[in-house]
T-cell receptor
C-alpha cells in the first residue's frame, strides 16, 4: 500500500459527460501528480500541484482540469468525454525535493461508452 | 485493471537467473533517471533512481547502470523471483523540471 488513495476505482460513463476523480496523497506529501495510462500512449504526465498551486503541466487537454485543496487532496475533472479518454488515471504524490520518488495510487479506470 | 501494453517488448527469464532490462533515453539534459515497476492491477512503484553524475547505483537485488555516452539505462535484477513479474518502466526527469517522463515499458515474465 503506497498510502495514496484514489476514488472511484472504476467509472463508466457516456460520451459528452463530465466526471471527477479524487486523490488523497500520502500524509505529509505536498506534491500531487496526475497521469493517464492508455494502451497506445503509455504513462503520460498530465499535471502537478504543489501545496495548492499548479507547478507543472504536461499533455493535458483543455477539457481536463485539476485542483488541489487546502487539505492537499486533489481532483481531476474530465469534461466533454470522448471514447479516447478511456484509460487508467493515476495520482501520485511525493515530498517536494524527491520528485523522482513518487508514490502512486491504485488508479481509477475510466470507461467512456 | 490490467497494465498497459499490448505492444510491450517482453523479457522472459528463468527463475533464479539475473534479469537485465534495457532502456534508451533521449534527453541528455535530464537530472535523474528512474526505474518503476508496475504489477498487474496496481499503480507504478518506485524501485531505484540514479543521478546523471553517476554511472552505477545498487539497491537491494537491483543495480542501475547509466551510460550517458550512448544514452542507455539498464536495470539488473539479481536472482529473479516470481514476484518480479511486472512491467518495468524507465523514466527521466528533465533538468529544472519536476515531472517524470516515462518510457514505454518492458514486460518481465518469469519461467519456473
Amino acid at each position: 500500500d503506497s498510502g495514496v488513495t484514489q476514488t472511484p476505482k472504476h467509472l463508466i460513463t457516456a460520451t459528452g459527460q463530465r466526471v471527477t476523480l479524487r486523490c488523497s496523497p500520502r500524509s505529509g506529501d505536498l506534491s500531487v501528480y496526475w497521469y493517464q495510462q492508455s494502451l497506445d500512449q503509455g504513462l503520460q504526465f498530465l499535471i502537478q500541484y504543489y501545496n495548492g498551486e499548479e507547478r507543472a503541466k504536461g499533455n493535458i487537454l483543455e477539457r481536463f482540469s485539476a485542483q488541489q485543496f487546502p487539505d492537499l487532496h486533489s481532483e481531476l475533472n474530465l469534461s466533454s468525454l470522448e471514447l479516447g479518454d478511456s484509460a487508467l488515471y493515476f495520482c501520485a504524490s511525493s515530498v517536494v525535493d524527491r520528485a523522482y520518488e513518487q508514490y502512486f495510487g491504485p488508479g481509477t479506470r475510466l470507461t467512456v461508452t | 485493471g490490467e497494465s498497459v501494453g499490448l505492444h510491450l517488448p517482453t523479457l522472459s527469464v528463468q527463475e533464479g537467473d539475473n534479469s537485465i532490462i534495457n532502456c534508451a533515453y533521449s534527453n541528455s539534459a535530464s537530472d535523474y533517471f528512474i526505474w518503476y515497476k508496475q504489477e498487474s492491477g496496481k499503480g507504478p512503484q518506485f524501485i531505484i533512481d540514479i543521478r546523471s553524475n553517476m554511472d552505477k547505483r545498487q539497491g537491494q537485488r537491483v543495480t542501475v547502470l547509466l551510460n550517458k555516452t550512448v544514452k542507455h539505462l539498464s536495470l539488473q535484477i539479481a536472482a529473479t523471483q516470481p514476484g518480479d513479474s511486472a512491467v518495468y518502466f524507465c523514466a527521466e526527469i528533465p533538468s529544472s523540471a519536476s515531472k517524470i517522463i516515462f518510457g514505454s515499458g518492458t514486460r518481465l515474465s518469469i519461467r519456473p
